[in-house]
């Protein structure tokens, strides 16, 4: 009874599905358990860790705002002390008096040693030290000078935040107590001032954390404008306090989210970029916020131990899982293979014999061992042998293989046999009964033992005489057709889809000299025209969509040599045995010359036509004087149009022709003069003559003519044209004299305006000297230089060569030189560099942009150089992108105050300078990083034409 095997695929499938079922359920469980209790446990895990950073940071911020409490403590016990002042009081009247010094200093020692100040001195309401300890002198730094008179004028304790005195000096921290007379509401005497040094007392306590920890610090930053500055030195950066800066929008960094009013526990990356949880707060009464962080690593690395051990104890509880339903899957699977070992025996057999019978090659199996050979019914019908006639043994099979076949198959089977391959083939003639050879394809495999040596040969023989001989016709038929088409003078071509040649006969080389390889490969329309091949590559799409050829298209070609060659193309389309297209073949034959000649007529008939209509239009449409006349001091003319025999007053062209060239000229020696150049040139254009009329009145002629020549050279007559332009040459002597005229008057005008304005500056400068107010000197001089740069454009424009336009670079130049002689500037201490280029401007943007330089000049020589401080003063002036003007006026003076925004100055100068950028519609920058830097970029102003 035969075994059905889909009844064993099910007895086999189902006891398994029910075990992997189990198995799957089972793992869920242990997998889902596994998972609840690590996501518990992460979850208490990071509770404790954010407590335990809030614990920490909230401890830094009670320290951090008790040492503050301490420090404004300290400097109490001297604020508003009548004993302290009165001893500061007397110093100040008496600084010998060796007594109250030494009552001062013992004080200041004191406090110095019990609160361990960095250093503790006394300067008066100018800014003077007057004692210190350490009693080692050292320079009173700007900033504090600054700050000296609203301390003076609030009187109240102020705490100087994180800061340094020079960029090379260390950071300190200070109080300042205002010191005032004993009485209440005395006058100011000066400072007290305590300095603290955070390296001693504040750093430590922020940087340290109450447990061992690789990553965890604490960070004190203040914001600045668009900034976080870092106050303290960090773990991970050297010099890194009062250094580092971040920009506010890098909003993942905790230091700029607790800037920007976010409080509590937040994560995101550190100043490293290395992703950090962090605990974030203000401290309180103070520009401070505190950073608590720790990075997420070290944060994550116990979770990540516990992860792996719960990893390791559910692959363990899986591994147990499967290896027992493994062991139970293995020995039915056992069972069930036996039974179906059984049935594909079975079926192989079967279908070897159905194979055997339904090819129609024939099978052989020789016996290596034997040398038996044995053959399938297939062998009598292919070759018509009977089964008597075959032999089973080797000797059957050799002797009908053809003598000069024999020995090449021979060696083959052997040297297959003794390599050790697994396969032989060849094709060779075999005899068949009636005496004919058939061309047969055999192919044997080699069956080997356990240790590679042969022991028999499979195979199978198969008769492929008839395509053999469909091969040879074939390649007979292919050999003709390509000598026809290469020995065919057309040029024969193919091309793929793409537009890819695939193919071109020899014909190319003639037609257009390339060789094939230049062709085949290459785009179809590389070498054709321009113009031709947009056109081309526009249509060739529209020929595949519709899978068309094409017939008669003519196109223009680019020859080797750089000629063009006209083609004729006619092509039709390839199909695959879908009846999808694949390409185009075609033919192109070359009609140059053809095509030339039909050119040739063409512009031929064309050249005549437009010759007549033009010489029609010319001689009878237009207002100039058109003519041809002969060579010589005389001349006679030829021919001549109606416009010049009217111009020249004669009634009728036949009265014309009848005088002398020369009779139309006011002086004879004009037409001489002519006469040589034309000879001499060949050509006038515009030559301004002047001629005489039929009456006698004269005008002036603007002539423009061409010697025309015969083959040998010789000049034979001359074409020209005559236009009466007296009225415009009066026009324009009318133009240049009234042009004069006003030029003359803006001049004035312009000298004029320097003068009165001039004027107005000596009356500021006279007022200025009957005046003792110091305050209302300078006010008076500032008034001056303003005038006197409007005055300078004035001036400019007057020495001008071109009244619409100053040149901006000289006008700064005397500018800068005015303002440095009104300000005393010794050029020892305060140099100028300069770097211009070729800017010109006219007089709406120049006063606008002299008033702005004179502000920031004037702003740079009065307040950036103090206490004979030397430095340098830049001005560069260039066209910027798109002709904009850039001007900037830079200093390495002291700078502008602190937080002073010059967009909303009080001061009189910068409200002039932001009120004139907005006239000139300009944009205006500062830069504060070396000194002062003020670069303005603006364009023109483009004002209405006036009437």
Same mark, same amino acid.
């Given at each position: 009874?035969?075994?059905n095997?889909q009844?064993?695929?099910?007895?086999?499938?189902?006891p398994?599905?029910y075990?992997l079922?189990?198995?799957?359920?089972?793992?869920a469980?242990?997998?889902?358990?596994?998972y609840?209790?690590y996501?518990?446990y992460a979850?208490?895990?990071?509770?404790?860790v954010?407590?335990?950073l809030?614990?920490?940071?909230?401890?830094?911020?009670?320290?951090l705002?008790q040492?503050?409490?301490e420090?404004?403590?300290?400097?109490s016990?001297?604020?508003?002390n009548?004993a302290f002042?009165g001893?500061?009081?007397?110093?100040l009247?008496?600084?010998?008096?060796?007594d109250?010094?030494?009552?001062i200093?013992?004080?200041?020692?004191?406090?110095?040693?019990?609160?361990?100040?960095?250093?503790?001195?006394?300067?008066d309401?100018q800014?003077i030290?007057?004692l210190?300890?350490?009693?080692?002198p050292?320079?009173?730094?700007?900033h504090?000078l600054?700050q000296?008179?609203?301390?003076?004028?609030s009187?109240?304790?102020?705490f100087?935040?994180?800061?340094?005195d020079t960029?090379?000096?260390p950071?300190?921290?200070?109080?300042?107590?205002p010191?005032r007379?004993?009485?209440?509401g005395?006058?100011p005497?000066?400072v007290l001032?305590?300095?603290?040094?955070p390296?001693?007392?504040?750093y430590p306590?922020i940087?340290q954390?109450?447990?061992?920890?690789r990553?965890?610090e604490t960070?004190?930053?203040?914001?600045?404008?668009?900034?976080?500055?870092f106050?303290?030195e960090?773990?991970f950066?050297k010099?890194?306090a009062?250094?580092?800066?971040?920009?506010?929008d890098?909003r993942?960094?905790?230091?700029?989210?607790?800037?920007?009013?976010?409080?509590?526990?937040?994560?995101?990356?550190d100043?490293r970029g290395?992703p950090?949880?962090?605990d974030v707060?203000?401290v309180?009464d103070s520009?401070?916020?505190?950073?608590?962080h720790?990075?997420?690593?070290?944060?994550?690395?116990p979770?990540q131990?516990?992860?792996w051990?719960?990893?390791?104890?559910?692959a363990?509880l899986?591994?147990?899982a499967?290896?027992g339903?493994?062991l139970?899957w293995r020995?039915?699977?056992?069972r069930?293979?036996?039974?179906?070992?059984?049935a594909?025996?079975?079926?192989?057999?079967?279908r070897f014999l159905?194979?055997?019978r339904?090819?129609y090659n024939?099978?052989?199996?020789w016996?290596?061992?034997t040398?038996a050979?044995?053959?399938n019914?297939?062998?009598q019908t292919l070759?018509?042998?009977?089964?008597?006639?075959i032999?089973?043994?080797?000797e059957?099979?050799?002797?009908?293989?053809?003598p000069?076949?024999?020995?090449?198959v021979?060696?083959?089977i052997?040297?297959?046999i003794e390599s050790?391959r697994?396969?032989?083939?060849?094709q060779y003639?075999f005899?068949?009964?009636?005496?004919?050879?058939a061309?047969?394809?055999?192919?044997?495999?080699?069956v080997?033992?356990?240790?590679?040596s042969?022991?028999?040969?499979? &195979?199978?023989?198969? %008769?492929? =005489? *008839? @395509?053999?001989q +469909? $091969?040879e016709?074939?390649?007979?038929? /292919?050999?003709?057709y390509?000598?026809i088409?290469?020995t065919?003078?057309?040029?024969?071509w193919?091309?793929?889809n793409?537009g890819?040649?695939?193919y071109?006969?020899l014909a190319?080389?003639?037609?257009?000299g390339?060789s094939?390889?230049?062709i085949?490969?290459?785009?179809a329309?590389?070498?054709?025209?321009?113009?031709?091949r947009?056109?081309?590559e526009e249509?060739?799409p529209k020929?595949?969509?519709?899978?068309?050829?094409w017939n008669n298209?003519?196109s223009?070609?680019l020859?080797?040599d750089?000629?063009?060659?006209w083609l004729?193309?006619?092509?039709?389309?390839?199909?695959?045995?879908?009846g999808?297209?694949?390409g185009?073949? &075609?033919?192109?034959? %070359?009609i =140059? *010359? @053809?095509?030339? +000649? $039909?050119?040739?007529?063409?512009?031929? /008939?064309e050249?005549?036509?437009?010759?007549?209509?033009?010489?029609?239009?010319?001689t009878?449409?237009?207002n100039?004087?058109?003519?041809?006349?002969?060579?010589g001091?005389?001349?006679?003319?030829?021919?001549a149009?109606?416009?010049?025999v009217g111009?020249?007053?004669?009634k009728?062209?036949?009265?014309?022709l009848?005088?002398?060239v020369?009779?139309l000229?006011?002086?004879?020696?004009g037409?001489?003069k002519?006469?040589?150049?034309?000879?001499?040139?060949?050509?006038v254009?515009?030559?301004e003559?002047?001629?005489?009329k039929?009456?006698g009145?004269?005008?002036v002629?603007?002539?423009?003519?061409v010697?025309?020549k015969?083959?040998? &050279?010789?000049v034979k007559y001359?074409?020209?044209?005559?236009?009466?332009?007296?009225?415009?040459?009066r026009a /324009?002597?009318?133009l240049?004299?009234?042009?004069r005229?006003?030029?003359v008057?803006?001049?004035e005008?312009?000298?004029r305006?320097?003068?009165?304005?001039?004027v107005?500056?000596s009356?500021?400068?006279?007022q200025a000297g009957?005046?003792?107010n110091?305050?209302c000197r300078?006010?008076?001089?500032?008034?001056?230089?303003?005038?006197?740069s409007?005055s300078?454009?004035?001036e400019?424009?007057?020495q001008?060569?071109?009244?619409?336009?100053?040149d901006?670079?000289g006008?700064?130049?005397s500018?800068?030189?005015?303002l440095?002689?009104?300000?005393?500037v010794?050029p020892?201490?305060v140099?100028?560099?300069?770097e211009?280029e070729?800017v010109?401007l006219?007089i709406?943007?120049a006063?606008?942009?002299?008033l702005i330089l004179?502000?920031?000049?004037?702003n740079a020589?009065?307040?950036?150089?103090?206490?004979?401080?030397?430095?340098?003063?830049?001005?560069?002036?260039?066209r910027?992108?798109?002709g904009a003007?850039?001007l900037?006026?830079?200093?390495?003076g002291?700078?502008l105050p602190?937080?002073?925004?010059f967009r909303k100055?009080e001061?009189?100068?910068l409200?002039?300078?932001?009120?004139?950028?907005?006239q000139?519609?300009?944009a205006?920058d500062?830069?504060?990083?070396?000194g002062?830097a003020?670069?303005?970029?603006?364009?023109?102003?483009?004002?209405?034409p006036?009437a």
């Amino acid at each position: 009874m035969r075994s059905n095997p889909q009844s064993l695929d099910r007895r086999e499938h189902r006891p398994s599905l029910y075990l992997l079922l189990i198995l799957l359920v089972l793992a869920a469980g242990i997998i889902t358990a596994g998972y609840l209790f690590y996501r518990g446990y992460a979850q208490n895990f990071r509770g404790e860790v954010e407590r335990g950073l809030s614990s920490i940071a909230e401890l830094k911020v009670g320290q951090l705002v008790q040492w503050r409490k301490e420090q404004l403590a300290d400097a109490s016990a001297f604020y508003r002390n009548r004993a302290f002042s009165g001893l500061v009081e007397r110093l100040l009247e008496t600084p010998a008096d060796t007594d109250v010094r030494d009552r001062i200093l013992s004080w200041l020692d004191r406090v110095q040693d019990a609160y361990q100040y960095d250093r503790v001195f006394i300067l008066d309401a100018q800014g003077i030290e007057r004692l210190a300890v350490p009693g080692t002198p050292e320079p009173v730094a700007s900033h504090l000078l600054q700050q000296i008179p609203e301390i003076l004028r609030s009187n109240k304790i102020t705490f100087l935040d994180f800061h340094r005195d020079t960029p090379d000096r260390p950071i300190y921290l200070g109080l300042v107590v205002p010191v005032r007379e004993e009485s209440d509401g005395g006058r100011p005497l000066g400072v007290l001032v305590l300095r603290i040094d955070p390296a001693v007392h504040l750093y430590p306590f922020i940087q340290q954390w109450p447990s061992p920890s690789r990553t965890a610090e604490t960070l004190l930053v203040r914001r600045e404008g668009d900034e976080v500055l870092f106050l303290n030195e960090l773990r991970f950066r050297k010099n890194s306090a009062l250094s580092l800066r971040v920009p506010l929008d890098k909003r993942d960094q905790p230091a700029v989210k607790v800037a920007l009013g976010q409080e509590g526990i937040v994560a995101g990356n550190d100043y490293r970029g290395v992703p950090v949880l962090a605990d974030v707060r203000r401290v309180p009464d103070s520009p401070w916020f505190l950073v608590a962080h720790m990075d997420t690593t070290e944060v994550n690395a116990p979770l990540q131990e516990r992860l792996w051990m719960i990893i390791g104890l559910v692959a363990a509880l899986l591994f147990g899982a499967g290896a027992g339903a493994g062991l139970i899957w293995r020995q039915q699977r056992l069972r069930f293979f036996r039974e179906r070992l059984a049935a594909a025996l079975k079926q192989s057999h079967e279908r070897f014999l159905l194979a055997n019978r339904a090819t129609y090659n024939a099978i052989w199996d020789w016996d290596l061992r034997t040398n038996a050979v044995l053959w399938n019914e297939n062998f009598q019908t292919l070759f018509g042998y009977g089964a008597e006639e075959i032999e089973p043994d080797l000797e059957s099979w050799t002797s009908r293989i053809h003598p000069e076949d024999l020995e090449r198959v021979r060696t083959g089977i052997h040297a297959a046999i003794e390599s050790g391959r697994q396969s032989w083939s060849d094709q060779y003639r075999f005899r068949r009964k009636d005496g004919r050879y058939a061309v047969v394809d055999d192919r044997g495999y080699i069956v080997r033992k356990a240790d590679e040596s042969p022991v028999r040969m499979i &195979g199978a023989m198969q %008769d492929i =005489t *008839e @395509r053999m001989q +469909a $091969e040879e016709k074939l390649r007979e038929s /292919e050999e003709k057709y390509r000598a026809i088409i290469e020995t065919n003078q057309e040029w024969i071509w193919q091309i793929n889809n793409e537009g890819i040649h695939t193919y071109s006969n020899l014909a190319i080389e003639q037609i257009l000299g390339y060789s094939i390889k230049d062709i085949v490969g290459k785009n179809a329309t590389i070498h054709m025209h321009p113009e031709d091949r947009r056109e081309i590559e526009e249509m060739l799409p529209k020929w595949i969509e519709n899978k068309k050829g094409w017939n008669n298209l003519v196109s223009r070609w680019l020859h080797k040599d750089g000629s063009i060659r006209w083609l004729e193309s006619n092509a039709v389309v390839m199909l695959d045995v879908n009846g999808e297209l694949i390409g185009f073949q &075609g033919s192109d034959r %070359d009609i =140059t *010359e @053809r095509k030339l +000649a $039909e050119l040739a007529s063409k512009r031929a /008939e064309e050249a005549v036509g437009k010759s007549e209509e033009k010489y029609r239009g010319l001689t009878g449409n237009v207002n100039l004087g058109i003519y041809r006349n002969t060579v010589g001091p005389e001349g006679k003319f030829i021919e001549a149009n109606p416009a010049i025999v009217g111009m020249f007053g004669y009634k009728s062209k036949e009265e014309f022709l009848a005088i002398n060239v020369s009779d139309l000229y006011q002086n004879a020696k004009g037409r001489n003069k002519f006469n040589d150049k034309m000879l001499k040139e060949g050509f006038v254009r515009g030559e301004e003559l002047w001629l005489k009329k039929k009456d006698g009145s004269s005008f002036v002629g603007s002539v423009s003519a061409v010697a025309v020549k015969d083959e040998q &050279g010789h000049v034979k007559y001359y074409d020209g044209i005559i236009d009466d332009i007296t009225e415009r040459k009066r026009a /324009e002597e009318v133009l240049r004299a009234s042009l004069r005229e006003k030029e003359v008057l803006l001049r004035e005008v312009h000298h004029r305006v320097k003068n009165n304005m001039q004027v107005i500056s000596s009356f500021f400068n006279l007022q200025a000297g009957y005046t003792t107010n110091e305050e209302c000197r300078a006010i008076l001089k500032e008034g001056q230089t303003r005038i006197r740069s409007m005055s300078l454009v004035h001036e400019k424009l007057y020495q001008s060569c071109d009244l619409s336009k100053i040149d901006l670079a000289g006008y700064i130049q005397s500018l800068v030189v005015h303002l440095f002689h009104v300000y005393l500037v010794n050029p020892a201490q305060v140099r100028m560099e300069t770097e211009f280029e070729d800017v010109s401007l006219d007089i709406n943007s120049a006063v606008p942009c002299g008033l702005i330089l004179n502000e920031l000049i004037s702003n740079a020589l009065k307040h950036a150089f103090p206490e004979g401080r030397t430095g340098v003063i830049k001005i560069g002036l260039r066209r910027g992108p798109g002709g904009a003007v850039e001007l900037r006026v830079a200093d390495d003076g002291v700078g502008l105050p602190e937080g002073l925004d010059f967009r909303k100055a009080e001061s009189f100068g910068l409200q002039i300078v932001n009120l004139l950028v907005d006239q000139l519609e300009a944009a205006i920058d500062l830069d504060r990083k070396k000194g002062t830097a003020f670069t303005m970029t603006f364009r023109e102003l483009k004002y209405a034409p006036r009437a």
